[in-house]
């Protein structure tokens, strides 16, 4: 068996740390190696205790979750944060990605959704509740994202293929990469191989990144 995965919590909120704690210790794959009560103990312990995850809060005193998280990302690169928060609006999602946190969930997540999301972030993959997409989605268009994607003009950035920019058009419009070989009609190998190909071509760690540079080049409808 694998080895657990060691998790720092970090909440303001004693009855919330401690509700995280006993959801987690529910947990076969999940170690809780300490608890922090604001961002700057948060990034203090992980500098000592080295954990592979911080699930942070956005708000608390004195250091809140994005500076926190920004420290992290500066100090320990390869401590993940995974930012667990009542506030899904969209600029505390932006703010928090940009930080470098590679998770954003809502604390109505339950213990499955949480180990998912430390999972997903291990793995280098972003892990953003669906609740909270559409937010990142509205914070980076002005009018509403529609649910297809037309493949972007010519020329295209960064050496992108038409292909390439066509799956990250419906990378951008929140599809999964079986839903956007399906709407293809290719295989979901050959989604994942353009994926890979074009994440090393626009310097995308991960979709979220990834979503971010479509608006920005007006690779999506909604731009």
Do not use: W
């Not at 303001?12 to 103990?41: C, I, P």
């Not at 500076?67 to 993940?80: D, G, M, Q, Y």
């Not at 940009?98 to 969930?105: F, N, V």
């Amino acid at each position: 068996m694998s080895a657990p995965i060691r998790v720092l919590v970090a909440d303001d909120q004693r009855v919330v740390r401690d509700g995280l704690v006993m959801v987690l210790g529910l947990l076969d794959q999940v170690d809780v190696v300490g608890v922090a009560t604001d961002g700057n103990e948060a990034v203090a312990m992980a500098g000592e205790l080295r954990p592979d995850v911080v699930l942070m809060d956005l708000r608390m005193p004195r250091c809140d979750g994005v500076e926190a998280t920004r420290s992290l990302r500066e100090r320990l690169p390869e401590v993940k944060v995974v930012i667990l928060t009542t506030y899904a609006d969209d600029r505390s999602v932006l703010d928090a990605l940009r930080a470098g946190a590679r998770g954003y969930l809502t604390k109505d997540a339950g213990g499955p959704e949480i180990l998912a999301a430390l999972r997903q972030v291990l793995d280098n993959r972003a892990a953003i509740d669906p609740a909270v997409q559409h937010h990142l989605l509205d914070a980076l268009a002005d009018t509403p994202v529609p649910a297809r994607r037309s493949p972007p003009p010519s020329p295209l950035p960064d050496g992108l293929t038409t292909r390439e920019a066509e799956v990250l058009s419906l990378m951008a419009a929140g599809m999964s990469n079986a839903e956007i070989a399906a709407h293809l009609v290719v295989s979901e190998s050959t989604i994942k191989s353009h994926v890979n190909h074009l994440f090393a071509k626009i310097g995308a760690r991960d979709r979220a990144q990834a979503v971010m540079y479509a608006y920005r080049n007006a690779l999506s409808d909604g731009t």
